[in-house]
């Protein structure tokens, strides 16, 4: 007999038939809205959860007896109780791999976006305030050849820093929890104490996962040790940073503009301060938000599920 797979976001029609080959699947619509009732009702069923950006915490998951595995759509695994999922031995996937280019790509954007102020000028020429020659009260900062700050040395910040080095000779810097040999050699990186790398970099990026430990990282203490001509980045997690905290750093003018996939409620409230400034540019956490990569990302997640619930080791099973 089939097991029960409840999906709670859309598939691609070839990957929909891929599942449905292996397991009976309940899909349902909108689960953080109208939605939520239907996906309440399925848990008991379920053997296999597959899906993104919904919060399952034990509330949920004691509604689900038969739960052996979940396969996120997602790198971070923030949205899961990683104790409680071991102490039930249901096992975890996510799609690492991936999303690393594009989500990068995302980076790098905003790093441009920011430092020449692409979104605002080009809000100028829209509103048809382009009646002159740019003069410097409009200017931008250079890119090339600024000194890039990684914190958190992952995948992500890998393809970041090969994209700073290799694409705009930008010397790189990084803190990590542990120092990156490989990546030093490949980039000429150096490692720095968080300290040290605030204080140095021109452009700070985000790209830690949001655990226990990085929860609040950067806060009033951390801006205030930024220079003010730097630039922050954050394509990780909203909570990772303490957003008031940046948002007084930025109308205080202790830094000069921030690029922002991500906050810390998420849609932003419409009322944001970070919203009405212009140094700000503030994206719908769209990092890996590609045709291409979300369809990896979902083909990977449904390989991982299919395997996991044949009993198999999955390739991208979340370790503790
Ligand atoms: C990820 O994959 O973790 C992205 O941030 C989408 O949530």
């Known amino acids: 007999m089939k097991k029960h797979v409840v999906l709670y976001k859309t598939l691609s029609a070839p990957l929909m038939a891929r599942l449905k080959a292996h397991a009976e699947v ?57 104790d409680y999922l071991h102490r039930r031995g249901i096992v975890l996937t996510n799609t690492p791999d991936v999303l690393t280019q594009t989500t990068a790509d995302t980076g790098f954007a905003l790093i441009m976006a920011t430092a020449r102020r692409v979104v605002e000028l080009a809000n100028l020429v829209r509103n048809g305030q382009w009646t002159q020659n740019l003069g410097a009260a409009h200017f931008g900062t250079d890119v090339h050849g600024k000194t890039l700050g990684i914190i958190g040395m992952g995948r992500i910040g890998e393809a970041l820093a090969q994209r700073g080095h290799f694409g705009f000779g930008m010397p790189i810097i990084y803190h990590s929890h542990s120092a ?112 291409e990569t979300r369809e990896a990302m979902a083909r990977c997640a449904v390989d991982n599920l299919i395997s996991a619930l044949a009993g198999e080791t999955p390739t991208n099973r979340v370790e503790g």
């Open 26 to 82: 309940t899909l349902i619509e909108d689960v953080k809205g109208t939605g939520l009732a239907q996906f309440k009702a399925a848990l008991p069923q379920a053997h296999g959860l597959l899906g993104a950006s919904l919060k399952l915490d034990a509330t949920l998951l004691d509604l689900a007896p038969k739960l052996e595995a979940i396969a996120s759509v997602s790198v971070g695994v923030d949205n899961y109780d990683i």
């Open 180 to 291: 990156k040999p490989a990546v030093e050699s490949r980039f000429g990186a150096g490692y720095r104490s968080l300290e040290a790398l605030l204080q140095e970099a021109d452009f700070v990026c985000l790209t830690l996962p949001l655990t226990a430990q990085t929860e609040g990282l950067i806060g009033a203490r951390e801006f205030a040790l930024m220079r003010r001509e730097s630039i922050f980045i954050n394509i990780a997690r909203g909570k990772v940073v303490d957003e008031q905290a940046l948002i007084e750093a930025l109308q205080k003018g202790q830094i000069r503009a921030a690029g922002l996939d991500v906050f810390e409620r998420e849609p932003i409230a419409p009322d944001s301060p970070l919203l009405k400034m212009d140094n700000v540019v503030a994206t719908p956490h769209m990092g890996s938000a590609t045709h």
